[in-house]
């Protein structure tokens, strides 16, 4: 569903997004007002309690929003007596005042919510958003059905609904999970908890932000080593449509010995035009390194004779040089903030060693090294100290002792890192050798 928000409001919790983590933001929309959420006319049976609901598992596909890219999914209850069909949803957050908002998602303690939606209502919003909706009904007892129910109910009330969300481990998918793992007795963790898939948090994240490579090189710098361990099948499970696809195939064990498929039929919903999402992440290295090459070469070139005698040239590949040294000092305080925050995923960034706050020093110095011998002395041997960093890191890359799959990284700012230093050491000298000719003369 899409979350109405005024434009720049909706261009601000981008850049938050692309500045923090791409959170796999399974959003949806606020709860419709004057929707209670409670079932009505409930009449008495002598059947067995729990026997006049079914339930199914309900997944969208991924859609066109940042947060909506990992897909979604929900519990869908229908009472057969009454009519009552609602699919609890534990993806929804509002942004709320603006303010409160960018601060809680700085923090890593984003608050959402869940409630019941009319089951029809949210198909038609994702009809109109063009997303495939696939149902599966659960094979589930009348008493799992019940308690599957009551749960959802009680988890519903004001002051259950609220959860903070983390994107990998406590997000739409990983409740839905839970609770039919609670109500299975356990089965679907024991099936799943030690099949390993040979995947990776950081994995799936390039997978499917690949589309906005934008967002896929903001998100995979602000991730840390926590999310390169390999992932089992109950860990992948964060993402809606393995869930969906996993269930498929799964038996459970019941009481009476006997063994059963959990989903008793499955249909497409609702088609959808759209593409279906990468089934591998990118390998951009070679782009990244390409880059990295050019822009390294560009610095460098400042150490040449023609950009010696030409104030313009030089001053143009100068203030490109403030502008990079700007930007990366900036993603480097970033990921030193984000150590002191709830963004898990975060901690232990080999980043750091590419992305140095030491280069707003860099930034600052370069404007001021054009009048004072001193800045530039300066700029030359925080850049060089900036560059033995990023070296160091790439010697920790090289042994057995890093995790982080961070290597397009270096190929892109380790080259420009040096070029940098190569051309200010020449351009440094140069003006030294010019200022001591006037200074003979």
Not at 301 to 314: D, V, Y
Request: a negative charge.
């Amino acid at each position: 569903m899409k979350i109405p928000a005024p434009r720049a409001l909706l261009s601000l919790v981008v850049l938050a997004l692309v500045a923090i983590s791409a959170s796999d933001a399974m959003g949806q929309d606020v709860m419709p007002a004057g929707h209670t959420g409670q079932p009505t006319n409930v009449a008495a049976e002598d059947a067995e309690p729990g026997s006049e609901l079914r339930v199914w598992l309900l997944t969208a596909g991924p859609g066109s929003a940042v947060w909506e890219r990992y897909g979604h999914n929900a519990l869908r209850v229908l009472d057969t007596r009454t009519g009552y069909d609602v699919s609890y949803n534990w993806g929804i957050f509002s942004f709320g005042e603006p303010v409160e908002f960018i601060v809680r998602f700085l923090q890593g303690r984003m608050l959402y919510m869940m409630a019941p939606f009319d089951t029809q209502a949210m198909l038609a919003s994702y009809a109109r958003d063009d997303r495939e909706v696939v149902l599966q009904e659960l094979d589930l007892t009348p008493p799992e059905k019940l308690e599957l129910f009551v749960f959802a109910q009680n988890n519903a009330r004001p002051e259950n609904r609220d959860y903070y969300y983390q994107y990998f481990l406590d997000n739409c998918s990983t409740r839905v999970r839970d609770l039919l793992d609670l109500v299975l007795g356990g089965s679907l963790e024991e099936t799943f908890g030690r099949e390993s898939t040979g995947t990776s948090y950081r994995w799936h994240t390039r997978r499917l932000t690949q589309v906005d490579p934008l967002i896929y090189a903001g998100m995979d710098a602000l991730l840390g080593t926590p999310t390169d361990a390999e992932l089992t099948v109950w860990d992948e499970m964060f993402l809606p449509l393995t869930l969906r696809d996993e269930v498929r195939d799964v038996e459970i064990r019941r009481a009476d010995g006997s063994v059963r498929p959990l989903v008793l039929s499955e249909e497409v919903t609702l088609p959808s035009a759209r593409f279906e999402e990468a089934s591998a992440p990118p390998s951009w290295f070679l782009r990244f390194l390409m880059a990295g090459l050019l822009i390294g070469a560009i610095f460098a070139s400042l150490a040449l004779p023609a950009f010696h005698t030409s104030a313009l040239r030089r001053g143009i590949v100068l203030s490109v040089v403030t502008l990079w040294a700007g930007l990366f000092g900036v993603l480097g305080l970033i990921l030193v903030g984000l150590l002191f925050t709830d963004h898990m995923f975060s901690t232990w960034n080999e980043n750091l060693f590419l992305m140095n706050p030491l280069f707003l020093v860099v930034a600052v110095a370069i404007p001021l090294s054009a009048s004072s011998p001193v800045w530039r002395q300066r700029v030359h041997s925080v850049s060089t100290i900036c560059a033995a960093i990023a070296l160091l890191g790439l010697v920790w890359q090289v042994v057995p002792a890093s995790a982080h799959q961070n290597g397009m990284f270096f190929a892109l700012l380790l080259p420009p890192h040096l070029g940098l230093v190569l051309g200010l050491r020449a351009l440094n000298g140069e003006r030294t050798t010019s200022t001591s000719a006037a200074g003979d003369t």
